[in-house]
């Protein structure tokens, strides 16, 4: 398995303590949560239903606005998985698929087209993915959380074959996503990747979306079979993208939460690489290795990276005991 976030196994391995005694703020994912809805017995005994899904589908599309067709899938990793597949049907030909990815960021992303045997190249910047028959951008980027306008990807798109953009921390953005652009004169070889359950912590249900032009998202959904997505995160999801207030009340916590935390961060010595609203990603002098370790002693798990052995990502932490136990490790 690539490296992720999210493996309190290895930490608890490492350091000991039950699962319920560690704060995981290696992901991204909000941990205050929409709160679940009751489910259903149909939601967990039944096949989905077609009806269930097209109201998903619609409340997506008003959450987005956008007039985009949209696939629900099974987390936007799952979308991930099904873009090699698309990408050898769109290009023709013997020769080698010219495949790039602006970087660091997701690993998966890099991790899905060479397991489907196609060299991926690493570019800087989104400028230089012009040429490539597919080019990917994460929008917020992970971990690092660079930003790309949305007529700059626009402007790209008529310069690539099929242009992939992850916004799976754009929810509390949505100035920067491209979502209400397609089909409103965008270039119909976008597809855009949407998370339900990092911004409304739910990532356990596994609910997510790609939107895209309507051939695109036909495909797509051949490609990914019937009963892609699972009764529970159909319920869950008709109801929580409906909530606007519950969304808007979130957006504002966490843009203080993200204040509250930096200012944590940088009393200890720490300095802002950047996040988007679910994490930050700091700066550590003498390695992140050492903070990951100190903070692990108090039962915290974080997120290091392979490629800068100074960098250390923190997702947002939920309650006041939650900050009060990181306020503590930190001091």
Known sequence: MRDHGGDLDRARAAYGGAAGAWIDLSTGINRVPYPMPALAPADLCALPQRD????????????????????????????????????????????AIDARVVA????????????????VRAVAAPCDLAGADVAVAVNPN????????????????????????????????????????LG??????????????????????RLGFVLGAA?????????AGPWAVSGPAIAAGRIALRDAPWRAR?????????????ALAIASGWDLVGGTALFRTYTIPGGAASAQDALAGHHIWS????????WLRLGLPGDEAEWRRLGEALR
Request: charged fraction near 20%.
């Open 52 to 95: 269930a899904r097209d109201d998903l589908i619609a409340a997506a599309r008003k959450a987005y606005a956008t007039r985009a067709a949209i696939l629900p899938l099974a987390g936007a990793q799952a979308a991930i998985q099904l873009v090699p597949a698309l990408v050898r049907e769109r290009v023709a030909g013997p020769g």
């Open 104 to 119: 660091p960021t997701y690993n998966e992303h890099a991790g899905a087209l060479t397991g489907a045997g196609i060299a």
């Open 142 to 181: 992970n971990p690092d959380g660079r930003e790309y306008p949305p007529a700059e990807l626009i402007a790209l798109a008529k310069n690539v074959g099929l242009l992939v953009i992850d916004e799976s921390f754009a929810d509390a953005m949505p100035e920067l996503s491209l979502a209400p652009h």
């Open 184 to 205: 409103e004169g965008a270039p119909d070889n976008i597809l855009v990747l949407r998370s339900f359950g990092k911004f409304y912590g739910l990532a356990g249900l």
């Open 215 to 223: 051939p695109l998202i036909a495909r797509l959904e051949s490609m």
């Open 250 to 262: 979130s957006i504002a916590r966490l843009a203080e939460d993200c204040a509250r935390l930096d």
């Open 303 to 310: 997120r290091v990276f392979p490629y800068a052995d100074d």
